[in-house]
């Protein structure tokens, strides 16, 4: 052997032990799927104003009321701080679609406060064909936001894994759980995406829109034609079947369904901003 083939074949070896090194890192970041995207600062502000409007206020007056604590008039309604964006586990990556973000927007929150202390959160959509943000829900507590201010705080994302009522915040190939429900299912250090995608494909793999599960109704079923305009959706108690993973509303599409009926309905708000219905928020 010459001193230029000993010379190229160390050469060889040592760009076939870097790349080997680089192998892992590789396979690592193409199954990290990207960060789900933000909603446009103008839809923020938007969503904002939905919620600070003056037929908001006065449908939160009525909503702080409704147990005789404090009188529509007392109540004194605002909205505290900023509008922020809540995802949900996004349909796509349950199915193991390559590149999908684990969730998807599914609506903007506001965290609302009356003059006695109670809080709660308004959701806000925009809906596919309108140009305008709409109030849709407000639901007892500001869960969205509080954990909105955790979830940034650890530089990460919130997202809702809405069958099982379980908050997490998603940073680059890691997902952490924020409240019990994720702790129970991912347990209290956490897990990758790839791990969590596993999971969550074995839980509700068989039971996405369109699905025979989907079309027989089961577990509240999916869709206008599974649920009544205005009815209470109960979140999923312990043992209960799971509900169908919901298209989740994506800027500028907001299915209003996926709002009202695979998260947990607890007020929805009319034309009018009449109350429709509550259920228990845990």
């Not at 890192?25 to 839809?43: D, F, I, L, R, V």
């Amino acid at each position: 052997m010459t001193h230029r083939n000993v010379k190229r074949g160390a050469v060889t070896a040592a760009l076939t032990t870097a790349l080997a090194a680089l192998a892992p890192q590789a396979a690592s970041a193409a199954e990290t799927p990207a960060p789900p995207g933000k909603p446009a600062a103008a839809s923020v502000a938007a969503a904002h104003e939905a919620a600070t409007a003056p037929d908001t206020l006065k449908t939160l007056a009525r909503f702080f009321a409704r147990d005789g604590k404090v009188g529509v008039k007392a109540a004194a309604p605002r909205i505290e701080g900023a509008t922020v964006p809540v995802y949900v586990l996004s349909p796509d990556f349950v199915r193991g679609r390559s590149g999908a973000p684990v969730a998807k927007l599914d609506f903007l929150a506001s965290k609302a406060v009356s003059a006695d202390g109670q809080e709660a959160s308004v959701w806000t959509v925009r809906p596919k064909g309108a140009e305008d943000w709409r109030v849709v829900n407000i639901a007892t507590g500001a869960d969205e936001t509080t954990y909105a201010a955790k979830a940034g705080a650890a530089g990460g994302t919130l997202f809702r894994e809405p069958q099982i009522d379980a908050w997490y915040v998603l940073r680059g190939d890691r997902i952490r759980p924020l409240d019990a429900d994720a702790r129970r299912a991912v347990g209290t250090a956490g897990t990758t995406v790839a791990a969590y995608g596993k999971r969550v494909r074995a839980a509700y793999g068989d039971k996405l829109p369109g699905s025979a599960y989907d079309r027989r109704g089961e577990a509240g079923g999916y869709g206008a034609a599974a649920r009544p305009s205005g009815a209470a959706a109960d979140r999923p108690a312990a043992g209960q079947a799971a509900q169908p993973v919901a298209a989740a509303a994506s800027e500028g599409s907001g299915p209003l369904v996926a709002v009202l009926t695979a998260l947990g309905t607890v007020l929805v708000l009319a034309v009018g901003g009449a109350l429709v219905s509550r259920s228990l928020r845990r």
